[in-house]
T-cell receptor, first 115, second 111 residues
Framework: GAVVSQHPSRVICKSGTSVKIECRSLDFQATTMFWYRQFPKKSLMLMATSNEGSKATYEQGVEKDKFLINHASLTLSTLTVTSAHPEDSSFYIC???????????FGPGTRLTVL | QKEVEQNSGPLSVPEGAIASLNCTYSDRGSQSFFWYRQYSGKSPELIMFIYSNGDKEDGRFTAQLNKASQYVSLLIRDSQPSDSATYLCARALGSQGNLIFGKGTKLSVKP
């Protein structure tokens, strides 16, 4: 159980384009979804928290208009990096929290490279 | 920001030995603690969680929690080279709290 999928696993794009990352909890319902970012050799940094059907809450320093989060259902959340720039290149990881046990799991991550 | 502190390592142990990973936290309100393992280039995977003082065992892993001293540890018995990874300690405030992660301890198990 507790299978999380994230798509795409890797994306390379040009500066200025938008990238959409999709996260699905395949065998459980997630009332809360966390999105993290991790730069090389650095710790996980929480970007935002979203509850199903509600607007996301962003951490300090994370631009809500740049990182659009949609948590439309208990099994699907998306993160869109708008007008990506090279400094947005990072490893983005979704983390759904299982409603039944309050346990937080992680998706396999999306490695974004912006040229 | 409520801190979670871990020694970054690297911690090097020989194959078959016990690896001991430690974590301290500053917020006494923390109620639940988690250990994740992260291989290089991969996302974290949950190893175990602990809520109550004392020990919790799962296979080769034992988590130990001491709320009075504000530390939580992870013991890995019979360490294997495949255990070589970064181990992340995280704490949450209550069942609905966000996880706050430490920076992780890099473990290297030498054959």
């Amino acid at each position: 159980g507790a299978v999380v999928s994230q798509h795409p696993s890797r994306v390379i794009c040009k500066s200025g384009t938008s990238v959409k990352i999709e996260c699905r909890s395949l065998d459980f319902q997630a009332t809360t979804m966390f999105w993290y970012r991790q730069f090389p050799k650095k710790s996980l940094m929480l970007m935002a928290t979203s509850n199903e059907g509600s607007k996301a809450t962003y951490e300090q320093g994370v631009e809500k208009d740049k990182f659009l989060i949609n948590h439309a259902s208990l099994t699907l959340s998306t993160l869109t990096v708008t007008s990506a720039h090279p400094e947005d290149s990072s490893f983005y990881i979704c983390s759904p929290r299982e409603a039944r046990t309050d346990t937080q799991y992680f998706g396999p991550g999306t490695r974004l490279t912006v040229l | 920001q409520k801190e979670v502190e871990q020694n970054s390592g690297p911690l090097s142990v020989p194959e078959g030995a016990i690896a001991s990973l430690n974590c301290t936290y500053s917020d006494r309100g923390s109620q639940s603690f988690f250990w994740y393992r992260q291989y290089s280039g991969k996302s974290p995977e949950l190893i175990m969680f602990i809520y109550s003082n004392g020990d919790k065992e799962d296979g080769r892993f034992t988590a130990q929690l001491n709320k009075a001293s504000q530390y939580v540890s992870l013991l890995i018995r019979d360490s294997q080279p495949s255990d070589s990874a970064t181990y992340l300690c995280a704490r949450a405030l209550g069942s609905q709290g966000n996880l706050i992660f430490g920076k992780g301890t890099k473990l290297s198990v030498k054959p």
